[in-house]
């Protein structure tokens, strides 16, 4: 099936899924290009700066890496989901250009994320993984090292748990996304990020959420108990 202008067959799977498209009325926020782009001298806050304070004072956190690696796990699922979700349901993916996609950093969970213009690409692993390792996840977890020092190993753990969480939802419906998502777990950047067994998921770092206050570890996270004896714990 060809991509449709509105991705409609996504709307079906719902939250980290859906993509909102040009078809949709709505007044689009920056592109994820200007938000990785953004220089020192800039004045004020940008898309990153401005989201990683809002999962801050939401998770009541006062951590900017702890707040940064949540926030920066919700994107790498909202791209994940969107990627794989077409794949399975299109046979195609979307252009997922930074260009073309605005990101609304004020919004609630999921991420809200705009498409400027629908334009088909191959699903094989190797253009999924550079529409969004290489476009998408490099420069945003580089530009979270920079400012916030959350470990490079951390932020790569993240994005292994968000493609396998991703694979774990699509895959009550279609063994598809389950081969595709260990095709992508051969790319370099993921490989080292844990182990990936049908849909299960180990990773080799943690995510930082149980210093979030009342949080605790994730399934599939290194730890199998809090690390409380080792507050400064980051496994990245």
Same mark, same amino acid.
């Given at each position: 099936m060809?991509?449709?202008p509105?991705?409609?067959?996504?709307?079906?799977?719902?939250?980290?899924? !859906?993509?909102?498209?040009?078809?949709?009325?709505?007044?689009?926020?920056?592109?994820?290009?200007q938000? *990785?782009?953004?220089?020192?001298?800039?004045?004020?806050?940008?898309?990153?700066?401005? +989201?990683?304070?809002?999962?801050?004072?939401?998770?009541?956190?006062?951590?900017?890496?702890?707040?940064?690696?949540?926030?920066q796990?919700?994107?790498?699922?909202?791209?994940?989901s969107?990627?794989?979700?077409?794949?399975? =349901?299109?046979?195609?993916?979307? $252009?997922?250009?930074?260009?073309l996609?605005?990101?609304?950093?004020?919004?609630?969970?999921? $991420?809200?994320?705009? =498409?400027?213009?629908?334009?088909?690409r191959?699903?094989?692993?190797?253009?999924? @993984?550079? =529409?969004? !390792? +290489?476009?998408?996840?490099e420069?945003?977890?580089?530009?979270? *090292?920079?400012? *916030? /020092?959350?470990?490079?190993?951390l932020?790569w753990?993240? %994005?292994?748990?968000?493609? @396998?969480?991703?694979?774990?939802?699509?895959?009550?419906?279609?063994? /598809?996304?389950?081969a =595709? %998502?260990?095709?992508l777990f051969?790319?370099?950047?993921?490989?080292?990020? /844990?182990?990936?067994?049908?849909?299960?998921? +180990? +990773?080799?770092?943690?995510?930082?959420?149980?210093?979030?206050?009342?949080?605790?570890v994730?399934?599939?996270?290194?730890?199998?108990?809090?690390?409380?004896?080792?507050p400064?714990?980051?496994? /990245?």
């Amino acid at each position: 099936m060809d991509l449709d202008p509105h991705l409609t067959a996504l709307r079906e799977l719902g939250g980290f899924f !859906v993509l909102r498209t040009a078809g949709d009325s709505l007044d689009p926020a920056p592109t994820l290009a200007q938000a *990785y782009a953004r220089r020192e001298e800039d004045v004020y806050p940008d898309s990153i700066t401005f +989201r990683v304070r809002t999962v801050a004072d939401r998770l009541r956190t006062s951590e900017p890496r702890v707040s940064a690696s949540i926030a920066q796990q919700a994107l790498a699922a909202r791209l994940w989901s969107i990627a794989l979700g077409c794949a399975v =349901l299109y046979d195609h993916v979307p $252009d997922l250009d930074p260009r073309l996609l605005h990101w609304d950093a004020a919004s609630s969970a999921p $991420d809200d994320l705009w =498409l400027a213009d629908v334009r088909p690409r191959a699903a094989d692993a190797a253009t999924v @993984a550079d =529409l969004v !390792v +290489r476009r998408h996840l490099e420069p945003l977890n580089a530009a979270l *090292y920079a400012r *916030y /020092g959350v470990a490079e190993g951390l932020l790569w753990g993240n %994005a292994g748990s968000a493609l @396998a969480g991703a694979a774990r939802e699509l895959g009550r419906r279609s063994h /598809g996304a389950r081969a =595709l %998502a260990a095709e992508l777990f051969a790319h370099p950047r993921l490989a080292p990020t /844990g182990t990936f067994t049908g849909t299960s998921f +180990r +990773r080799r770092s943690c995510c930082l959420y149980y210093r979030v206050p009342g949080g605790g570890v994730c399934g599939d996270c290194c730890f199998t108990r809090t690390p409380w004896s080792s507050p400064d714990a980051t496994s /990245g």
